[in-house]
T-cell receptor
Framework: GENVEQHPSTLSVQEGDSAVIKCTYSDSASNYFPWYKQELGKRPQLIIDIRSNVGEKKDQRIAVTLNKTAKHFSLHITETQPEDSAVYFCAAMDPGNQFYFGTGTSLTVIP | GAGVSQSPSNKVTEKGKDVELRCDPISGHTALYWYRQSLGQGLEFLIYFQGNSAPDKSGLPSDRFSAERTGGSVSTLTIQRTQQEDSAVYLC???????????FGPGTRLTVL
């Protein structure tokens, strides 16, 4: 089955700097890769996603890149703000529509 | 419209008791997912429904866990003879169809004493 690995597990950046979180997956047939933000005690919220027929997607300060050959995808947050502090999860969906999540990255943006 | 709802929000039970967790997906969403999130951990996939059918139940941790969905809407996750290691937040998500964006419910925090 699919195996998703996420790095780093914790990340601290200064406000205004960029943050990058990376995930790798094992099943080359996986075709949908969402990213979720989860604030403490709250439900995961989708922030951006990418499908396997696209290499990059951007939404304001957030971007995701996908390298199908290397089987990895990354989340990029530019001009970080304190409210970006949260746990971020990547996920990969296999052809059976099962989702496999990474173990999460706790991002702290220092004012 | 209304989002995904789950009940109860919190459940405290004694070891050995059965519990039933409920998920109300967004109206019209055909796909429904159950996940388990232990404290400080990622999301563990449990089961996925397309309509009332669950194509693959292999994600359920043990035969004490079962889930059903009726009428293509509400789903219940039942844990029999609960154990302390079952303590976690159980999250439900729904999506319009296969491979579409998932929207999560607020979760049920289960504590087994």
């Amino acid at each position: 089955g699919e195996n998703v690995e996420q790095h780093p597990s914790t990340l601290s950046v200064q406000e205004g700097d960029s943050a990058v979180i990376k995930c790798t997956y094992s099943d080359s047939a996986s075709n949908y890769f969402p990213w979720y933000k989860q604030e403490l005690g709250k439900r995961p919220q989708l922030i951006i996603d990418i499908r396997s027929n696209v290499g990059e997607k951007k939404d304001q300060r957030i971007a995701v890149t996908l390298n199908k050959t290397a089987k990895h995808f990354s989340l990029h947050i530019t001009e970080t703000q304190p409210e970006d502090s949260a746990v971020y999860f990547c996920a990969a969906m296999d052809p059976g529509n099962q989702f496999y999540f990474g173990t999460g990255t706790s991002l702290t943006v220092i004012p | 419209g209304a989002g995904v709802s789950q009940s109860p929000s919190n459940k405290v039970t004694e070891k050995g008791k059965d519990v039933e967790l409920r998920c109300d997906p967004i109206s019209g969403h055909t796909a429904l997912y159950w996940y388990r999130q232990s404290l400080g951990q990622g999301l563990e996939f449990l089961i996925y429904f397309q309509g009332n059918s669950a194509p693959d139940k292999s994600g359920l941790p043990s035969d004490r866990f079962s889930a059903e969905r009726t009428g293509g809407s509400v789903s219940t996750l039942t844990i029999q003879r609960t154990q302390q290691e079952d303590s976690a937040v159980y999250l439900c998500a729904s999506s319009h169809g296969k491979g579409d964006t998932q929207y999560f419910g607020p979760g049920t925090r289960l504590t087994v004493l």
